[in-house]
């Protein structure tokens, strides 16, 4: 089992709708989460972090955790084109190094 | 303020010869690591260095040297580079938990 995996091919949404981005973990020990947003040939920019069960509102992004099933999950509301991009989850292993997932294309349509 | 710097930004090498990816940040930030990103396979860490004076291998170790010159500069050696290597690499370095990204080398090795 990977340790963390993104399973959704490229997600596509009409420009204003939610895109809804999934994201799960297998050592349960794990205390931090984060969300990265890489546009093509550039490098990954954090955008999201959480540490506790629940919901983390940040503009139009919303992190959610729980840890009981060991998923994380990334909301995007108002979905914008410059949204367009590959956003990463990752999950911290201790001294800050993280696991990625492969990532998952999102495409905003006009 | 320039964050995680990286030189030089694109390498071609032939099989067999050696190079060294340069890294700074001004951030004054005490872990340091090299990322490698391949299509497909999502971002795996090479080396780190939680402190100066300190390195770890990471997921992905094999072909590569590191050297922690001092709080800012981390640098990432391939003796003799494969083919195996193409890839594009980034340095980043952390503080509370969250990691900073350098703008990538993108590396071929023929």
């Known amino acids: 089992q990977k340790e963390v995996e993104q399973n959704s091919g490229p997600l596509s949404v009409p420009e204003g709708a939610i895109a809804s981005l999934n994201c799960t973990y297998s050592?349960?020990?794990?205390?931090?989460f984060f969300w990265y947003r890489q546009y093509s040939g550039k490098s990954p920019e954090l955008i999201m972090f959480i540490y506790s069960n629940g919901d983390k509102e940040d503009g139009r992004f919303t992190a959610q955790l729980n840890k009981a099933s060991q998923y994380v999950s990334l909301l995007i509301r108002d979905s914008q084109p410059s949204d367009s991009a590959t956003y990463l989850c990752a999950v911290s292993k201790g001294n800050n190094r993280l696991a990625f997932g492969k990532g998952n294309q999102v495409v905003v349509i006009p | 303020n320039a964050g995680v710097t990286q030189t030089p930004k694109f390498q071609v090498l032939k099989t067999g010869q050696s190079m060294t990816l340069q890294c700074a940040q001004d951030m004054n930030h005490n872990s340091m690591y090299w990322y490698r990103q391949d299509p497909g396979m999502g971002l795996r860490l090479i080396y780190y260095s939680a402190s100066e004076g300190t390195t770890d291998k990471g997921e992905v170790p094999n072909g590569y040297n590191v050297s922690r010159l001092n709080k800012r500069e981390f640098s990432l050696r391939l003796e003799s580079a494969a083919p195996s290597q193409t890839s594009v690499y980034f340095c980043?370095?952390?503080?509370?938990?969250?990691?900073?990204f350098g703008p990538g080398t993108r590396l071929t090795v023929l």
């Open positions: 980043a370095s952390s503080v509370g938990g969250r990691t900073f």
């Open positions: 050592d349960r020990g794990s205390q931090s």
